[in-house]
């Protein structure tokens, strides 16, 4: 009986001694895939993520509209994760702009006029757009939206401190920015007010009337023990005094002892915290409890938050009592007709305001190149197809008349067949069988760059100089066809075209209309 016991109770040890190695085999695996960084996410009016350790798994950008995977996890690849999403794709509140690595748009927040989204990575800003920055495990990552033109990502010198109550606590906030000319710079920031709130209750943040000197150096006293988050905002600059010039940053002070009353306590509230996107102002009248708020030209109100709640689009609110240390952010938006006649766009296209391709896709248009995808979009981000880059083309060598091709998908109705038909006449273009030409599959980079090397040949430009920069350079040269290896030659040393910032040429990806913009306006220099 006793054997038989022992049998059974070894039996049962032995299984889950091997569901357990079979376990921990899984989570080494799965640890040695991943990389854990901390991320925080931030808005001049609040918090969007709060300091958090998550696992980032390099998964495939390409719902995102990446034309390229990434050999190992970027820090595009945190900030969806710390905002929830997966490879399945974005939310309605997030865009992005893959292959650059700049951030259109997080929960709403929108890079356009004078604000948009950046990022940092253990307390320095980097250089390159956040998709291609690759992550590391213990990287501490905080992404923020603020005032571009000027804007410098701060910090706090020390992210933790301890104090007993009454005693005094230093703080010295410091930043890192790149100026106009590429150059880093870094410096104490002055005039910054310190705001405080308690911690778990960081949507009663409040302004302590306390602001840094020309050393980025505040004090503050605690006579209430507890843990406090102290952060801060400076607004205002000379070009527009409406905007935060400077990220959130963050730091904890835990206070131990005894409560001292007292009204020097710099956790005692002044007067409500009032921010407001550009596009307008709010006013706090001498009431101390009324708030005018006033849409500059071009402008409306959007949204009115009082401690991140949304009172709706008023142009006035009256504080309660309770509220009377709120953190009241006001958010502007342009009207749409603002919009379709910005400076910043093209032939009213509300969605290239300040886009990286805005020049290219200003002479495309004007030159009747390009059209919008309706009468208020461009699509910059759209993937282009072979039947839109063929007609393109056609339009710049002023192609007229209804040829027909041989094509059978090509049908004579569609706008782009006389163009298709032109191009495979004159040798400019190859089908992708016998007798197809795949008008709606994505042009890939090298089909747009032998399409451009041939039509060169055509017209008689030259396009014996090809010994530039050498496709041997090029990480994934091996994956360049064999017959674009020359017209990709070609559109390197004429700077048509230049490899991905990866160290690749990505010779299968796609283009967007704003990539083909951009290579179509630097080939028309140059033949020109």
């Not at 016991?5 to 190695?21: R, V, Y």
């Not at 390159?128 to 992404?143: H, L, P, R, T, W």
């Not at 709120?326 to 009207?335: C, E, G, L």
């Amino acid at each position: 009986m006793k054997n038989n016991f022992f049998k059974k109770s070894t039996a049962f040890l032995l299984a889950m001694s091997m569901i357990f190695s079979l376990f921990m085999v899984t989570a080494s695996a799965q640890d040695d895939n991943s990389i854990r960084v901390l991320v925080r996410i931030e808005t001049p009016d609040k918090t969007l993520v709060y300091p958090e350790r998550i696992w980032v798994d390099n998964f495939s950008l390409k719902p995102f509209g990446a034309t390229a995977e990434k050999t190992s996890a970027t820090a595009l690849h945190a900030l969806i994760t710390a905002l929830g999403m997966d490879e399945t794709g974005p939310d309605n509140g997030f865009s992005v702009d893959t292959d650059t690595g700049w951030i259109n748009q997080v929960s709403g927040y929108q890079s356009t006029g004078y604000y948009s989204w950046m990022y940092a990575v253990n307390d320095e800003v980097p250089d390159v757009g956040c998709s291609n920055y690759q992550i590391k495990n213990g990287d501490e990552i905080v992404f923020y939206y603020i005032d571009s033109s000027i804007g410098a990502y701060s910090y706090f010198l020390d992210t933790d401190k301890t104090a007993t109550t009454g005693e005094k606590v230093n703080v010295n906030l410091f930043s890192v920015y790149w100026d106009a000319t590429k150059t880093k710079q870094t410096g104490a920031v002055e005039k910054a007010d310190i705001l405080v709130s308690k911690a778990g209750e960081e949507d009663a943040t409040i302004n302590t009337g306390v602001t840094t000197d020309n050393l980025g150096h505040a004090q503050l006293t605690f006579n209430t023990p507890g843990t406090y988050i102290v952060s801060a905002l400076r607004y205002g600059n000379a070009d527009n005094k409406d905007t935060c010039d400077i990220s959130r940053p963050r730091m904890t002070v835990t206070v131990t002892g005894n409560a001292i009353p007292s009204s020097t306590d710099s956790t005692t509230p002044v007067k409500p915290v009032i921010t407001t996107s550009a596009g307008g102002k709010a006013v706090l009248n001498a009431d101390g409890k009324t708030i005018n708020i006033t849409a500059d030209e071009g402008y409306e109100v959007a949204d009115v938050t009082v401690n991140s709640k949304s009172v709706g689009a008023v142009s006035q609110y009256v504080l309660s009592d309770s509220e009377k240390n709120a953190t009241i952010h006001v958010t502007f938006a342009k009207t749409v007709e603002s919009q379709l006649n910005d400076t910043t766009s093209v032939d009213g296209f509300i969605d290239v305001v300040n886009h990286w391709a805005l020049d290219a896709i200003k002479y495309v248009t004007e030159e009747g190149l390009f059209y919008g995808t309706t009468e208020s979009t461009f699509s910059p981000n759209a993937v282009m197809t072979r039947g839109m880059f063929v007609s393109v083309l056609g339009r710049f060598a002023k192609v007229s008349g209804n040829g027909v091709s041989d094509f059978t998908d090509v049908n004579e109705d569609e706008y782009y067949a006389p163009y298709v038909a032109w191009a495979a006449e004159k040798g400019i273009v190859s089908g992708t069988s016998a007798n197809t030409f795949a008008p709606n599959a994505p042009i890939t980079r090298e089909q747009a760059m032998t399409i451009l090397y041939k039509y060169a040949d055509f017209i008689g430009s030259d396009v014996s100089n090809i010994e530039g920069m050498a496709i041997n350079e090029f990480s994934d040269v091996n994956n360049i066809s064999a017959w674009a290896k020359t017209a990709v030659r070609y559109g390197l040393n004429a700077s048509v075209i230049r490899g991905r910032t990866d160290g690749s040429f990505d010779p299968q990806g796609t283009a967007t209309r704003a990539e083909i913009a951009t290579m179509l306006q630097k080939f028309i220099e140059h033949i020109n």
